[in-house]
């Protein structure tokens, strides 16, 4: 069966430090791949995704950026955090079924607080 | 654009009663329709899921029924129980580039007293 992975499970960091948060995928080969913020009392926003190595979407313009250097490993990185960067990130993954009805399944998040 | 608006919580709902909590879209073309649920400390898992109108989806004792004419995705449940406290999400996804694009709702929290 398919896992994901995410870490650290909580992170604090002070502001202006840099950031790297990992997520991988066990038991799937492909996948797409999606990482999420949910701000304090808000709902998830889409941050990046990538349906190949070293194919990298952004939806939002920002602070971050996000890597896939290997086909199940999806990072998500800044070189200087700020204070509105703080929130729940989450990571997810779809099988990425052409035409057909794809499903994101998610890890357990990481909580970035910045000081 | 799309998006999802979700009813406003925090909802709270004693032992056995009937829940609703209302979800609407806009979107362009036919999206697919999900509720994810968020326990505490958790991450988000997939509820329940229509994928076209009049489709009902459904799971462990939640419904949700795909209507186009209202473009709406209501989720209830006739008997909640203490152990459905989280938060759920409403969201539309449509397959563009090959990636699901979901967009959520901003959640509604649910607390189920004894």
């Known amino acids: 069966s398919q896992t994901i992975h995410q870490w650290p499970a909580t992170l604090v960091q002070p502001v202006g430090s840099p950031l790297s948060l990992e997520c991988t995928v066990e038991?799937?080969?492909?996948?797409?791949l999606y990482w999420y913020r949910q701000a304090a009392g808000r709902g998830l926003q889409l941050l990046f995704y990538?349906?190949?190595?070293?194919?990298i979407s952004s939806e939002v313009p920002q602070n971050l950026s996000a890597s896939r250097p290997q086909d199940r490993q999806f990072i998500l990185s800044s070189k200087k955090l700020l204070l509105s960067d703080s929130g729940f990130y989450l990571c997810a993954w779809s099988p990425g079924l052409a035409g057909g009805l794809d499903i994101q399944y998610f890890g357990a998040g990481t909580r970035l607080s910045v000081l | 654009g799309n998006s999802v608006t979700q009813m406003e919580g925090p909802v709270t709902l004693s032992e056995e009663a009937f829940l609703t909590i209302n979800c609407t879209y806009t979107?362009?073309?036919?999206?697919?329709l999900f509720w994810y649920v968020q326990y505490p400390g958790e991450g988000l898992q997939l509820l329940l899921k229509?994928?076209?109108?009049?489709d009902k989806g459904s799971n462990k004792g939640f419904e949700a029924t795909y209507r186009k004419e209202t473009t709406s995705f209501h989720l209830e449940k006739g008997s909640v129980q203490v152990s459905d406290s989280a938060v759920y999400f409403c969201a539309s996804g449509l397959l563009i580039q090959g990636a699901q694009k979901l967009v959520f709702g901003q959640g509604t929290r649910l607390t189920i007293n004894p």
């Open positions: 990538s349906v190949g190595i070293g194919q």
């Open positions: 229509a994928t076209k109108a009049d």
């Open positions: 979107a362009t073309g036919y999206p697919s």
């Open positions: 038991g799937t080969s492909n996948p797409n």
